[in-house]
């Protein structure tokens, strides 16, 4: 009885260890790999932020009637990670940046998209 009592005992202690080595992980500070590409996304809203603040009056809808950017703006376009900002367009920053606009300005800005690449949907 003595032995089922120890046996009993000592899985319920290696249980216990298995959790709160479980909790201890979850609550442990991000990897390099995770702190890395948080800073990553934190670097490219920093530079959507840049962008927009620059450039977003010739960003806007419409589509026709394209505007020479500013040298302002043109400044954050050569600053900006464009491959990163283009990975951060959804159908719903569609609606309010015009596509067309932005290739054109990041081409007038010399800083042209890839040819065959895409930005949001719009295939360059």
């Known amino acids: 009885m003595a032995r089922l009592i120890a046996s ?9 260890f298995v959790v709160l080595l479980i909790n201890a992980m979850a609550m442990a500070p991000a990897t390099a790999t995770e702190t890395a590409a948080a800073a990553a996304v934190d670097k490219c ?3 959507l932020d840049l962008l927009m603040g620059s450039c977003e009056e010739y960003l806007r809808f419409p589509a026709e009637a394209k ?26 920053v569609e609606q309010y ?5 932005a290739v054109y300005v990041a081409a007038y800005c010399h800083r042209p998209l890839l040819p065959g690449s ?6 360059v």
Not at 8 to 16: E, F, G, I
Not at 97 to 101: F, L, P, R
């Open 8 to 16: 009993s005992s000592s899985s319920a202690a290696v249980y216990c």
């Open 45 to 47: 809203e920093r530079d």
């Open 67 to 92: 505007a020479a950017p500013s040298m302002a703006c043109c400044g954050a376009v050569r600053r900006v990670d464009v491959g990163c900002l283009c990975g951060m367009v959804t159908p719903e």
């Open 97 to 101: 940046v015009c596509m067309d606009k």
């Open 118 to 123: 895409y930005c949001g949907s719009k295939l």
